[in-house]
T-cell receptor
Framework: DADVTQTPRNRITKTGKRIMLECSQTKGHDRMYWYRQDPGLGLRLIYY???????NKGEISDGYSVSRQAQAKFSLSLESAIPNQTALYFCATSDSSYSNQPQHFGDGTRLSIL | SQQGEEDPQALSIQEGENATMNCSYKTSINNLQWYRQNSGRGLVHLIL?????REKHSGRLRVTLDTSKKSSSLLITASRAADTASYFC????????????FGKGITLSVRP
């Protein structure tokens, strides 16, 4: 089983719909992140959470919200989806126990908004 | 805003050749990391180099860091078709891995 699991893997929906993307991890890491990837733009940080009670906005948080339900679960919501939110979304985790640690990524959710 | 800028944007080489990819960044960093992304998959961490290190090796990978020039290079030696992927550099300014800032990526194609 994957250490970082994202669901769904693919989603097609219509403008104005509310969408939730879910991420769960079995790595025991305290830090979790949501990124968006667009062609030619690399990854951009949407939100990040250092623990259950600590949530922070990233570079492009407008139009998104998050919930850290437990240490292992971090969900991303689009309250009213719009076509320019069509992208590939990634969840990642990292361990704060030591400095200079890498991030571990899920396989992504491909989201299309019509 | 993008901290890292990779160069070239795309690279095509023959199997067995070496591949060199470069990354430049703008502000001071604590470490720089390289990731690989295969088509349709998430990013996989390859190697991390701290700001006080100049060179690091991992298998066929060699990373260098020049903090005076704010640049890094990733060398893949004796490339294989399986190395075909996108490669990203990411910078960590804080060292606590609070946030990584990714470049736009390099597409590497290794021809059999």
């Amino acid at each position: 089983d994957a250490d970082v699991t994202q669901t769904p893997r693919n989603r097609i929906t219509k403008t104005g719909k509310r969408i939730m993307l879910e991420c769960s991890q079995t790595k025991g890491h305290d830090r979790m992140y949501w990124y968006r990837q667009d062609p030619g733009l690399g990854l951009r940080l949407i939100y990040y959470s250092f623990d259950v009670k600590d949530i922070n906005k990233g570079e492009i948080s407008d139009g998104y919200s998050v919930s850290r339900q437990a240490q292992a679960k971090f969900s991303l919501s689009l309250e009213s989806a719009i076509p320019n939110q069509t992208a590939l979304y990634f969840c990642a985790t990292s361990d704060s126990s030591y400095s200079n640690q890498p991030q571990h990524f899920g396989d992504g959710t491909r989201l299309s908004i019509l | 805003s993008q901290q890292g800028e990779e160069d070239p944007q795309a690279l095509s080489i023959q199997e067995g050749e070496n591949a060199t990819m470069n990354c430049s960044y703008k502000t001071s960093i604590n470490n720089l990391q390289w990731y690989r992304q295969n088509s349709g998959r998430g990013l996989v961490h390859l190697i991390l180099i701290r700001s006080n290190e100049r060179e690091k090796h991992s298998g066929r990978l060699r990373v260098t860091l020049d903090t005076s020039k704010k640049s890094s290079s990733l060398l893949i030696t004796a490339s294989r078709a399986a190395d075909t992927a996108s490669y990203f550099c990411a910078t960590d300014a804080s060292g606590a891995n609070s946030k990584l800032t990714f470049g736009k990526g390099i597409t590497l194609s290794v021809r059999p």
